[in-house]
């Protein structure tokens, strides 16, 4: 984990009422798997963000220490930025993401499940957006907690959700197993991969509760072939 994610409280008032979508039977217990999530093709949702209209205010970077090279762009119905991934161990201890196996982890997130725990980075995909800051403030796009992101690598497309906020310079985090669905090693030392990752966070979506991923699959799978039709 490059730098520790912050622990920020979701701040504002809601932009627009946002698609909602209950499960609690699912409750985060599916196993994320990228392989049964892309009736959306990764060519398709790729194709339409090789063009980028600019909307950070400047550039983003990777890590701390290295050029600020990222542009994050936005459409109609998405904002979209391509990096590198880093992996999020944070949230609820587990047997690989733990004090032990992350020098930096933290035991809270930026946003909580429906029974007040944080999110599982082992079980949970979900990624890290920056914290509002002079590039950019999420929640003036519709991105906030529980927001629909499609995360594509090279052929595979994994549905995940906003679960945690990170510094305001640095961009291109995800949980452990967001990372572990796409084929990215998911280790939290060692782990991540230097490039290729885009991330497709669709405006004002939102889930909930923010643990069910069987609830982000399905808008996102929605919110997906919408977005690939210009609709």
Known sequence: MRVQSLTLAVA??????????????ARGRAEPAAWRED?????????????CTQISHGRFRSDAGRPAAIAVCGTRR????????DIDCDGQPGPRCNS????????????QQSDGRYLSA????????????????????GVRGGSVAAVVYRNRV???????IGPDGIIGEASYATAKALGIPPGP????????????VFKYSQVKPIESHTAAVEVGRRLARQFVRGH
Not at 12 to 25: I, N
Not at 122 to 141: C, F, T
Not at 158 to 164: E, L, P, R, S, T
Request: overall charge negative; proline content about 9%; glycine content about 10%.
């Open 12 to 25: 504002g008032a809601a932009l627009l009422a946002p698609p909602m979508l209950s499960d609690a039977a």
């Open 39 to 51: 009736d959306v093709r990764a060519a398709d949702l790729l194709a339409r963000v090789r063009d």
């Open 78 to 85: 998405a904002v979209h930025w391509k990096a590198d991934m």
């Open 100 to 111: 032990r196996t992350d020098p930096s982890f933290s035991q809270a997130t930026a946003y």
């Open 122 to 141: 082992e079980r949970l995909p979900y990624i890290v957006v920056p914290g509002a800051g002079p590039l950019w403030d999420p929640g003036e796009d």
């Open 158 to 164: 994994q549905y995940a959700v906003v679960g945690d």
């Open 189 to 200: 030392s060692g782990g991540g991969t230097p490039s290729g990752v885009t991330y497709i």
